[in-house]
């Protein structure tokens, strides 16, 4: 038997979920790997003394569309779609709740009456299906009812929208935030690139498996949802001269690994990257905490090992912030 699933489960306190974002982003704390010795605790502003000349900051500079949308059937009942992709015909791929007797061709409806999308197909089929939806008017007069869709377990949603938006965001198509890049500032951007440290843009479309759990009890087996990624020249050319590759981000991890096994500067990738995967690229990572049990978890030990429990543990024992509002850390495979 492969890897397990209940291998990358931990006990998460309710109340080190971060509700809310800290002010300014920067002052994030930053949990810094230091193999085997002892963690160090940080601030993300610190990242002007932690990175060296020469180094590559690779961030996903991915837009959040405002893609929750509260409607309802022609019967009343209420209906809450999540839009995740746009497909190239027109219809978006979207999660659905309670998706119980909704029909292809039904409308559905905003609190004017208006239609805004029709039910399509169901793909696939049990926890892991999605919808596709037909939207009946323009799809920017769709954004505009629409509301930014933060993660479940965040439930004070008073926060300022552009919080959950990074600072360097551009092309609007992600469901989700790259949330290790939400504690950059300009400022910060601006002291790292006098520090003599390079940053990139790539982008990867943050999608379903951002919302979805390990569903099999061996992770060989967990089926990975496609996302569109797309890694540009000039990255490329940083890349080739650079002291060391640091992605913000798993997503901005996985855009680059995606590109270096490959070899496509974009497309759509599958690539689950699983303890044993060689990495091609990325020499640290620079990410929040993650879920249990979920594919990003698995990520972080392809990199780091097993000591990410140890990782864990510690900022569990020091009260750090977890989650999409939550704190940062940043792991060095070479240790």
Known sequence: MGTLAEDFEY????????????????????LVDQGSRPPEHRKVSDLVTLLEPGDLLVVNDTKVIPARLRLRRASGGAVEVLLLEEQPEGSWECLVRPARRLSPGENLYDES??????MGPRNGAGDASTFTVLPLVDIDDV????????????????????????????????AAAPTAGLHFTVELLDSLRLR????????????????RPI??????SHQMHTESYRVPVQAIDAISRAKRVIAVGTTAARALESWATREQTEGRTDLFITP???WRVVDLLMTNFHMPRTTLLV??????G??????????????????????????????
């Open 11 to 30: 006990e998460l306190p309710d109340d080190l979920i971060a509700q809310r974002p800290i002010e300014p982003r920067s002052a994030a704390r930053l």
């Open 113 to 118: 009456d208006r239609a805004i999308l029709q």
């Open 143 to 174: 954004f505009t009812i629409g509301a930014m869709p933060l993660p479940p377990y965040i439930h004070q949603t008073d926060s300022d929208p552009d919080r959950y938006q990074t600072v360097y965001a551009r092309r609007p198509g992600s």
């Open 196 to 211: 003599g440290v390079q940053i990139a843009a790539i982008e990867l479309v943050v999608g379903l498996d951002t919302f």
């Open 215 to 220: 569903s099999t009890p061996d992770i060989a």
């Open 276 to 278: 044993g995967y060689q």
């Open 299 to 304: 990520m972080i030990e392809a990199l780091i």
């Open 306 to 335: 097993s000591r990410w429990r140890d990782l864990y543990a510690a900022a569990i024992s020091e009260r750090y912030r977890f989650l999409s509002f939550g704190d940062a850390m940043l792991l060095n495979r070479h240790l």
